[in-house]
């Protein structure tokens, strides 16, 4: 029989204390301290769930909305929002607690995708998801909406790399900060 699990047997928190290494020049938290946090989380979450080694196929967007300082405290809160056949999204939300004033905020939301793998690096299938809660349920539609959004950015991206001309988009070119130089003919 085809094995499903909830949601809540894989989600995963990780906490940890952003340190002064972890500091760029400006004195914040450099964002690849904290995406390689986002990544571990998605890796732990995901592992569990499928119980097999897991590698992170894509990432979507991640703004930084706010910024992380030297000393605050870093969640990140992982779950499984959709599972496909070998792959499944980890929907993670990152926050950054400061300890004296106890205040939190939100620094971060993104969508990781893994891939289980086997012994021989082969995908292998994930179990399902059993979904209880009406956020679980949103979750996993929106996660399937998402998919099909990224599937027609795929079409359109491809399409403007092939239809690149560049008499066409002079006048579009005009309008922006940058000065057009006629390339030298060559013979
Ligand atoms: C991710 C990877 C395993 C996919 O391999 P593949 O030969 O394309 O395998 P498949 O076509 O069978 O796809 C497997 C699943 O991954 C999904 N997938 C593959 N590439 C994807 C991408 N770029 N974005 C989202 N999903 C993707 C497929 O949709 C499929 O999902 P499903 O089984 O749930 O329908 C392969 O590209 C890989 O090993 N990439 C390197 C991963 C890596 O090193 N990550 C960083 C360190 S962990």
Do not use: W
């Not at 894989?10 to 390689?36: C, D, R, V, W």
């Amino acid at each position: 029989m085809e094995d499903f699990k909830t949601v809540s047997a894989s989600q995963t928190i990780i906490t940890e204390l952003m340190i002064p290494s972890y500091s760029n020049f400006g004195g914040k938290i450099h964002g690849g301290i904290i995406l390689s946090l986002m990544d571990k989380a998605a890796y732990a979450c995901a592992s569990k769930h499928a119980q097999a080694y897991c590698v992170t196929a894509s990432i979507d967007t991640v703004d930084f909305i706010a910024s992380v300082e030297v000393g605050e405290l870093v969640s990140l809160f992982a779950s499984v929002n959709y599972v496909g056949r070998t792959s499944l999204i980890v929907g993670i939300k990152a926050v950054a607690e400061n300890v004296k004033t106890l205040s939190v905020k939100h620094t971060n939301t993104s969508y990781f995708t893994m891939v289980a793998m086997d012994e021989n690096h082969k995908p292998i299938q994930v179990p399902g998801l059993i979904l209880q809660s009406h956020e679980e349920k949103r979750r996993f539609y929106q996660a399937l909406q998402r998919k099909e959004l990224k599937k027609n950015f795929r079409k359109e991206e491809a399409r403007i790399k092939l239809e690149f001309d560049e008499k066409e988009v002079i006048d579009i070119l005009k309008k922006e900060r940058c000065i057009l130089i006629a390339e030298p003919k060559s013979d």
